[in-house]
């Protein structure tokens, strides 16, 4: 099975343009959470969405930032006129569910934006 | 607001020795504890689970404690290996999300041969 996908890999943009973000899910997983990881720190939880629907964004930065998983797709995580502390690492990790039976989360290799 | 932290930001071992790392965490709440292994360039690898109804839980060399009295969880490697380096985080979760968790800073492990 493939596991959670995402790209790119490596993103360069410079402050004031737009980052998009990709990920596909595991199969069979509707549940995506995106995290940031600044250098040298743990994970943040930034956002979890299902299917058309984001249920808990209270890590996302107010202005800027934005997620969505279309019914069809990848999941997207939208950073407008970025700036230089966006550079960060994003993963992104899926599950089957919520409950305590469908952990532990699966991440992906993630994206490291790097804003010049 | 309550986090998830670790005593130690560095272990240095031999190959071969056994390793422990060490997570302290704050919120009472949490009821589920992950370890994850992240090496260079990559996304967070599951290594092992625990629920707060356990206090032990063994996996292939690896074993997690949970000590629910002092809000200490710990990870020991059996017979370290130089594929063993990497950085350990610690995780927690609860509630109605277990998807959302909260990291711990990092311990990082050099497995020296």
């Known amino acids: 099975n493939a596991g959670v996908m995402q790209n790119p890999r490596h993103l360069v943009r410079r402050r004031g343009q737009e980052a998009r973000l990709r990920c596909s899910p595991m199969k069979g997983h509707s549940h995506v959470y995106w995290y940031r990881q600044l250098p040298e720190e743990g994970l943040k939880f930034m956002v979890y969405?299902?299917?058309?629907?984001?249920?808990?964004e209270s890590g996302m930065p107010k202005e800027r930032f934005s997620a969505e998983f279309p019914k069809e797709g990848p999941s997207i995580l939208r950073i407008q006129q970025v700036v230089r502390g966006d550079s960060a690492a994003y993963f992104c990790?899926?599950?089957?569910?919520?409950?305590?039976?469908?952990?532990?989360?699966?991440f992906g290799n993630g994206t490291r934006l790097t804003v010049t | 607001g309550e986090s998830v932290g670790l005593h130690l930001p560095t272990l240095s071992v031999q190959e071969g020795d056994n390793s422990i790392i060490n997570c302290a965490y704050s919120?009472?709440?949490?009821?589920?504890f992950i370890w994850y292994k992240q090496e260079s360039g990559k996304g967070p690898q599951f290594i092992i689970d625990i629920r707060s109804n356990m206090d032990k839980r063994q996996g292939q060399r690896v074993t997690v404690l949970l000590n629910k009295t002092v809000k200490h969880l710990s990870l020991q490697i059996a017979a370290t290996q130089p594929g063993d380096s990497a950085v350990y985080f610690c995780?927690?979760?609860?509630?109605?999300?277990?998807?959302?968790?909260?990291f711990g800073q990092g311990t990082i492990l050099t497995v020296h041969p």
């Open positions: 919120n009472s709440a949490s009821d589920y």
């Open positions: 990790a899926s599950s089957p569910g919520v409950g305590a039976g469908n952990s532990p989360l699966h």
């Open positions: 995780a927690e979760a609860g509630g109605t999300s277990y998807g959302k968790l909260t």
């Open positions: 969405l299902q299917k058309e629907n984001i249920i808990d």
